[in-house]
């Protein structure tokens, strides 16, 4: 009785690489079909370099055994007009070797396959499927933080380095640059911080991702997560102007005359914005009521200070503005940050007069 032919090591490799392929399609959704035309152009290229880099050399993969095949392709002319016998194959040979139906313009395959191909086509297709699984891991990655743009996210401090901030947001490791730092602000190694994501960059490192604690949109995209009518699209932003750590100077709406679109903003007891100013680490912020005549929203972005009148002119887009002799120092602010707060919060370039 003759004996049983046992599984050589490379037929389980070849095996194993299939059941493997399918684990990963499965578990981090990377194509299994990717993968192998990957391992099958890097297997070409290695025998490319073998042959004589032919162009008729090809690769193929069985995708339910993982068998590995080299074949070399011959385009079937009439016998006398062969003129590559790399590529081309008369048409008496193509029957007696390879296919006795073939016709002119069929393609033939020579079955080339080197001795001990197995065990190079195994160690390539590991370096390749490592190097796929980071690329798609890569990818996935960036497709995540693309939603992400323009938002708020939270990210663990890891540690300083130098003077720029690395941060950990879910799988990625990304660094808060000290020019989109508050200058006041400090952070521990562990410490969970918001931030706002300004720009998401693909890079052949991975994701590189652009984090913000001074933009303007921050306050505003927190205002979004805290206020249920912002949310609800009940009361809109709209404007925002801010020096951050500072002061910050919101101009809210609501077309709802049911609706306190500065009280929403508030919150019972201050607890919305108080929340927010936390988060701030204790920027102020005044919120205000937003009304489409210049001459009212200027009187209002210059709160808390009392004003008499406004003078626009909206060709020039300045403003006059006139206020009692003890409101003067307030309504410019320190170092005249309340006016230059309400010039970008209404677009106005306002001169402050006293009567």
Known sequence: MAARKKKTPVNNDRRDLIEALDAIEKDKQISKEIILEAIENSLLAACKNQFGKSDNIRVNIDRETGEVGVFAEFEVVEDDMVEDDVLQIGLTEARL????KAEVGDTVRNEVTPKNFGRIAAQKAKQVV??????EERKVLYIQFLEKEREVVTGIVQRYNGRNVCIQIGKLDAILLESEQVPTEHFRPTE????????VKETPKGPRVTLSRT????????????????????VEIKSISRE???????????????????????GLNGSRV????????????????????????????????????VTVDEEAKTAKV????????????????????????????IDIKCE
């Open 97 to 100: 070797k390879y296919d006795e």
């Open 130 to 135: 490592v190097q796929k699984i980071r690329e």
């Open 192 to 199: 969970h911080i918001k931030l706002y994501v300004v720009e």
């Open 215 to 234: 933009h303007p949109e921050f306050v505003k995209r927190l205002f979004e997560e805290e206020v249920t009518e912002i949310q609800d699209g009940i």
């Open 244 to 266: 951050a750590g500072s002061r910050t100077k919101i101009a809210v709406y609501s077309d709802d005359e049911n609706v306190d679109a500065v009280g929403a903003c508030v």
């Open 274 to 309: 108080g929340a927010i100013v936390d988060e701030l680490r204790g920027e102020k912020i005044d919120v205000i009521n937003w009304n489409d005549d210049p001459e009212i929203l200027i009187e209002h972005a210059l709160s808390p200070a009392a004003v008499n009148s």
């Open 322 to 349: 006139i206020v009692p002799e003890d409101q003067l120092s307030l309504a410019i602010g320190k170092e005249g940050q309340n006016a230059r707060l309400a010039a970008k919060l209404t677009g106005y370039k």
